[in-house]
């Protein structure tokens, strides 16, 4: 059986361009069967991610109020501790290139489920982080 995977995107850190990308390399962890969009609500930054969820592949996930440090973060870490304990998933894949999310890795080192998807300029410990880290292109 291919693995099931979630794909949780940090739309503050990866852009909206990226989204081939992503499902290309998300594909080689098994089967997509839900994508998770994180942004603020009224950002313009990320208004392109919301836009790209109303097509109907990515649920959008907007956080309101105003912008805080690891706002997103904090959101996608506790919804990624929800689905690893969750049967319906055999691949949780965080799609960021924030360093913050390695505490995480080491949190639910167990599990065996967290991935990582980050661009070029991740730090050396997210791509150390999880079962693994896939560079985009």
């Known amino acids: 059986m291919k693995n099931r995977t979630i794909l949780l995107i940090d739309g503050e850190n990866i852009g909206h361009n990226r989204a081939d990308d992503i499902e290309r390399l998300a594909r080689r962890l098994g089967s997509v069967t839900k994508r998770r969009v994180y942004h603020l609500r009224n950002d313009p930054a990320t208004r392109p991610w919301a836009e790209k969820s109303r097509e109907g592949r990515y649920t ?6 105003t912008p805080e440090k690891d706002k997103i973060d904090r959101k996608i870490q ?3 501790r929800h689905f690893m304990r969750s049967p319906k998933y055999d691949r949780v894949c965080i799609v960021s290139s924030d360093g913050g999310y390695c505490c995480l890795s080491e949190e639910t080192a167990a599990e065996e489920k967290l991935c990582f998807i980050g661009e070029r300029k991740a730090p050396q410990r997210l791509r150390r982080a999880g079962l693994c880290f896939m560079e985009l292109g």
Do not use: N, Y
């Open 60 to 65: 959008d996930i907007p956080l309101d109020g």
């Open 78 to 80: 506790e919804d990624a």
